[in-house]
């Protein structure tokens, strides 16, 4: 099974900055096959970026992925107030489907 | 677009089987994957199984042996069943399109299991 670690924990950040999550793989994710997602609060997942760096459809491109084989990034370039959220990488490169255990994204 | 709805009973006893179905509206259920998914309150996501319109099938190994994941094209449902159930299965059930990535989800259900 491959463990995903997303660090830091918790990111106290300002509207208008920039973030930067980090998701760790404890083996090669194949083909790159990671995605990440954001959960407000009280809600369902949403995907935001398939395939380490495509863009899901309606995502905008404030939104990009990065990375390759145990290392990925997620940047969000300009914060919204929508931003403020938990952020999850997952794994579809092997089975059983693996989820990091979460970035909070708060307001500083 | 395509919505998911998780039903099912919000309380399970010890030792009983937990069962939900998701309702597909809005596109069919056929040429499609399908999961689900768990989250503990105040934890993490935590994928269970999916399966094929077709019935191919996969489980997480760590629930495998109390899991059944079956599909009902004439309904575009599709179920889970989870047997022998204790406090560590109470979470926020979700069922979501996909085996890859997934999208998009249903709302969730919260399933409790307390006597």
């Known amino acids: 099974e491959i463990v995903l670690t997303q660090s830091p924990g918790t990111l106290s950040l300002s509207p208008g900055e920039r973030a930067t999550l980090s998701c760790r793989a404890s083996q090669s994710v194949s083909s790159n096959y990671l995605a990440w997602y954001r959960q407000k609060r009280g809600q369902a997942p949403r995907v935001l970026i398939y395939?380490?760096?495509s863009r899901a459809t309606g995502i905008p491109d404030r939104f990009s992925g990065s990375g390759s084989g145990t290392d990925f990034t997620l940047t969000i370039r300009r914060l919204e107030p929508e931003d403020f959220a938990v952020y999850y990488c997952q794994q579809y490169g092997s089975s059983p489907r693996t989820f990091g255990g979460g970035t909070k994204v708060e307001i500083k | 677009q395509v919505q998911l709805q998780e039903s099912g009973p919000g309380l399970v006893k010890p030792s009983e089987t937990l069962s939900l179905t998701c309702t597909v509206s809005?596109?069919?259920?056929?040429?499609?994957?399908w999961s689900w998914i768990r989250q503990a309150p105040g934890k993490g996501l935590e994928w269970i199984a999916y399966i094929y319109y077709k019935g191919d099938t996969d489980y997480n190994p760590s629930l495998k042996s109390r899991v059944i994941i079956s599909v009902d094209t004439s309904k575009n449902q599709f179920s889970l069943r989870l047997s022998s159930v204790t406090a560590a299965d109470t979470a926020v059930y979700y069922c979501?399109?996909?085996?890859?990535?997934?999208?998009?989800w249903g709302q969730g259900t919260l399933v409790t299991v307390s006597s």
């Open positions: 979501a399109r996909g085996h890859h990535d997934f999208w998009p």
């Open positions: 395939g380490a760096s």
């Open positions: 809005g596109d069919s259920i056929s040429g499609y994957y």
